[in-house]
């Protein structure tokens, strides 16, 4: 039976379910959840991340784990962590640039944060089992030594739930099953979080899930020391809007139209991933702009060398860099943030005022 025929019988036998708890069913249900059964990255797939544009974004994000090793004293015994790492291409960039510091290749053992069984396939595939140790959640990896963690594109996919701003007050929207059999938003109670006060129709998101790891992540960086990295296209500040979107052959459709098939996100609310893990006795940096964060880890620069080793790609590489940096492309709608430990100031991001 489809993922959609399983939702309506669902909802017809226990009612409407949360926005939070179609995303799980779409993107983990074990036997028809996008990530559980076919998550397609890549040109020829659903989406393209970071990792699939450019090789200068994993190496460049090498270079930032280099020099957080640098920064925490160079312990001789450091887990280099990667949570989300789909079919493995950032890490292979990562490792690319960690080769040139042989002692930080050395110090580090790479784990890889990974729930969806297809893409630790693809990972063992591109980065072979030698050299790496898996877990299913990042309480499976020990702290006994520093944490240097990276996560691209991880916090969009964790559930969201969200409320309309109706005539009655604040609304929980669901997802239920319309008069024709579909699935189809309806309304449901109060929410149970206070939401203040909004304009008719205005929608408010809000994700436990999220916070939950804010502050596991949190935790875990205040106890074994280091940082951990997060990249994602979000909000800088708490604010008003639907940000669900579905993504099938790099083509937005909506949310409920093929659940299961279609790739399901949320923009990330860093503010309230950041508390999160302040909460939990970590420290946290501003968020910034991916372009910035980019250019200050030198990415004009390492367009020169590879353009210079490889002249003819010159406006492959150009090309590459603008979809990276510029404001209207990856530049502006991506943010980058840093959980860490106290008295360390993670390279390339400007301190919290709140930290
Ligand atoms: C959009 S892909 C990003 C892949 C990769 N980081 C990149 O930039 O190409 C999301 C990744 O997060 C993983 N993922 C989704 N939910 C997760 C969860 N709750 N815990 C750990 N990994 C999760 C997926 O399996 C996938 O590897």
Redesign the pocket.
């Known amino acids: 039976m489809s993922l959609a025929d399983q939702l309506i019988a669902r909802i017809r036998r226990e009612g409407p379910i949360s926005v939070g708890d179609y995303m799980t069913a779409c ?2 249900d074990p036997d028809e959840g996008y ?1 559980a059964t076919r ?1 397609r ?1 890549g040109a020829a797939g659903d ?1 393209i ?4 544009v450019s090789q200068m974004f994993g190496e460049l994000l090498g270079l930032w784990a280099v020099a957080v090793w640098d920064a925490l004293g160079r312990p001789p015994r450091v887990r280099l962590v ?6 493995g ?2 890490m292979s960039d990562v490792w690319r640039a960690c080769r040139a510091s042989p002692a930080f290749a050395a110090a580090q053992e790479t784990w890889l ?4 069984e297809p ?1 630790r396939a693809a990972q063992t595939a591109r980065l072979g089992e030698a050299g790496v140790q898996w877990a299913r ?1 990042l309480a499976g990896i020990p702290v006994d030594a520093p944490i240097i963690l990276l ?4 916090l ?3 559930p969201v739930h969200q409320a309309v701003f109706t005539k009655e007050g604040w609304r929980e929207r669901r997802v239920g099953v319309d008069a024709w059999g579909a699935l189809a938003f309806t309304l449901g109670e109060v929410p149970p979080n206070d939401l203040g006060d909004g304009a008719p129709g205005e929608v408010r998101e809000w994700s436990p899930a999220l916070e939950d790891l804010g502050r596991e992540v949190g935790a875990t960086v205040a106890k074994a020391g280091g940082a951990a990295l997060f990249i994602d296209y979000g909000r800088e500040a708490a604010g008003p809007g639907d940000t669900l979107q579905a993504l099938r052959r790099h083509a937005k459709e909506g949310p409920l139209d093929h659940p299961g098939v279609a ?1 399901l996100t949320a923009h990330a609310d860093f503010p309230a991933f950041l508390g999160a893990a302040r909460q939990a006795g970590a420290h946290t940096t501003a968020i910034s702009a991916q372009g910035d964060f980019l250019r200050s880890l030198g990415i004009g620069l390492r367009a020169e060398r590879l353009t210079a080793a490889h002249p003819d790609q010159a406006a492959v590489i150009a090309r590459q860099v603008q979809r990276l940096i510029a404001p209207d492309q990856m530049g502006n709608l991506f943010k980058v943030a840093a959980i860490h430990a106290p008295g360390l100031t993670p390279p390339g991001l400007l301190p919290s005022e709140r930290a």
């Open positions: 993107l983990h990530y998550p990255l989406f991340t970071a990792p699939h990667e949570m989300g790492p789909g079919d291409t950032l944060v990974e729930t969806s893409l959640a996560a691209n594109e991880l969009d996919c964790l790739d």
